[in-house]
């Protein structure tokens, strides 16, 4: 008889601070299913990025390459389909691969080695990733700016387009795992 193969899941997010998260031992955001999930896992605590921008760390994770090989420097580059991800040889392996949530693959090819996507990924309107350089002694430039978001006078229970993405996401992903007979 076969060994089953252990059940992989990766959690990835921008913006969670350890010191912060109860399930890395920090005080502030209450983290009560992932403080279980943490016990019994592993859990890589001093690990470090080769880009400290989202698109281009997530394609180093999935690739395993520094962002000098997988061409993508920032937020609006795609990298290759050709270059191989971790999805790739789990797949290869006979495991089930599902991506749920945001990757912001950039480009034609939205799986890059997963088998299937819960939902579709989510992009700023009209595409825009990065913003120019204002222009020099133009007092009248103002660049998108996401800091005050997390000043705590602006925090509030308030609806966006990203928490309705996010609500999408956790549904689809108890949907998939309630519906998906164990193999």
Known sequence: MAQKQPNILLIMADQMTP??????????????NMTKLAARSANFTAAYT????????????????????????????????????????LTNAGYETVLSGKMHFVGADQLHGFERRLNTDVYPSGFIWSYSLPPENDPTFTAFDFASQYVAENIGPGWSKELQYDEETQF????????TPEK
């Open 19 to 32: 010191f912060m998260l109860e399930a890395c031992g920090g005080i502030g955001a209450k983290t009560e």
């Open 50 to 89: 080769p880009s400290p921008i989202c698109v281009p760390a997530r394609s180093c994770l999935m690739t395993g390459l520094y962002t000098s090989t997988t061409g993508c420097y920032d937020n609006g580059d795609p990298y290759h389909s050709f270059i191989p991800t971790f999805a790739h040889y």
């Open 172 to 179: 689809k992903s108890l949907e998939y795992l309630r519906h």
